[in-house]
C-alpha cells in the first residue's frame, strides 16, 4: 500500500527557505511518477514540480528558479519564498506519468507552509 507524509512545512519570512521532505513507503520509487502540490488559501489546488518515470522534471512557471525538486531524494527545495506560495502543500505519485495535473491516484495529507511580507 502506498503511503506518503510530508514533513517540513513552518511560518517563515518572505525571502527565506523550506525544504519540504516526503516520506514514502509502499512502492518502488523507480517505477513512480511523483508531484509536489499546493493549495492556497481561496484557490484550486496547483501543481508545482513533478518528476517523471522517466525523471524529467518540470515546474509550474511562478516556482521557476526558486523551488528545487531533488531527483534523489524528492525533496522539495524553496528559496525566496512569498506572500504567494502560502499554502497546504502535499506530495503525490502514481504509476502513470501526470506531470502538474492532479489526477495522481496516492496523496499525503499536506503540510503548510505560511511565508509573512
Known amino acids: 500500500r502506498v503511503q506518503l507524509e510530508e514533513f517540513g512545512g513552518g511560518s517563515v519570512q518572505a525571502g527565506e527557505s523550506l525544504t519540504l521532505t516526503c516520506a514514502r513507503s509502499?512502492?518502488?520509487?523507480?517505477?513512480?511518477?511523483f508531484a509536489w502540490f499546493r493549495q492556497s488559501p481561496g484557490k484550486q489546488r496547483e501543481g508545482v514540480a513533478s518528476i517523471d518515470r522517466h525523471r524529467r522534471i518540470i515546474y509550474t512557471p511562478s516556482v521557476k528558479g526558486r523551488f528545487t525538486l531533488s531527483k534523489d531524494t524528492l525533496d522539495l527545495r524553496m528559496s525566496d519564498l512569498k506572500p504567494e506560495d502560502t499554502g497546504m502543500y502535499y506530495c503525490?505519485?502514481?504509476?502513470?506519468?501526470?506531470?502538474?495535473?492532479?489526477?495522481?491516484?496516492?496523496w499525503g495529507q499536506g503540510t503548510k507552509v505560511t511565508v509573512s511580507s
Open positions: 509502499g512502492f518502488s520509487f523507480d517505477q513512480y511518477a
Open positions: 503525490a505519485a502514481d504509476q502513470n506519468d501526470y506531470d502538474l495535473n492532479d489526477q495522481y491516484h496516492n
